[in-house]
Nanobody, 126 residues
Framework: QVHLVESGGGLVEAGGSLRLSCAAS????????MGWFRQTPGKDREFVAR????????DYAASALGRFTISRDNAKNMVYLQMNSLKPEDTAVYYC???????????????????WGQGTQVTVSS
């Protein structure tokens, strides 16, 4: 089992920045990838970014590319999402996800979502 806890959400003005953190605990040695999703009321959870746990591979949703950066610190079992140039449409609950099954290259979905955090609210005011 892997336990994920997000932090770093909050209220920011448009154009501002936030850094989200995700702390992983438990069987982290079994992980292949981690990432971030976001969800607004009435909509499906949306992929934002993912990072491979043991290699320098990252992917981003088109909406995040060029503004968001995902990174990891394996020694601390942490994954981060640096969000710059935030827009009101980035307002959502952001969830950290982790996979202990390697689906990175199967092309069906960005992450399997074997584990999820509880989410952290990001609100961008216009």
């Amino acid at each position: 089992q892997v336990h994920l806890v997000e932090s770093g959400g909050g209220l920011v003005e448009a154009g501002g920045s936030l850094r989200l953190s995700c702390a992983a605990s438990g069987r982290t040695a079994s992980l292949y990838a981690m990432g971030w999703f976001r969800q607004t009321p009435g909509k499906d959870r949306e992929f934002v970014a993912r990072i491979r746990w043991s290699a320098d591979r990252t992917d981003y949703a088109a909406s995040a590319l060029g503004r968001f950066t995902i990174s990891r610190d394996n020694a601390k079992n942490m994954v981060y999402l640096q969000m710059n140039s935030l827009k009101p449409e980035d307002t959502a609950v952001y969830y950290c996800a982790a996979d202990d099954i390697d689906t990175w290259y199967d092309g069906t979905k960005p992450l399997n979502g074997d584990y999820w955090g509880q989410g952290t609210q990001v609100t961008v005011s216009s």
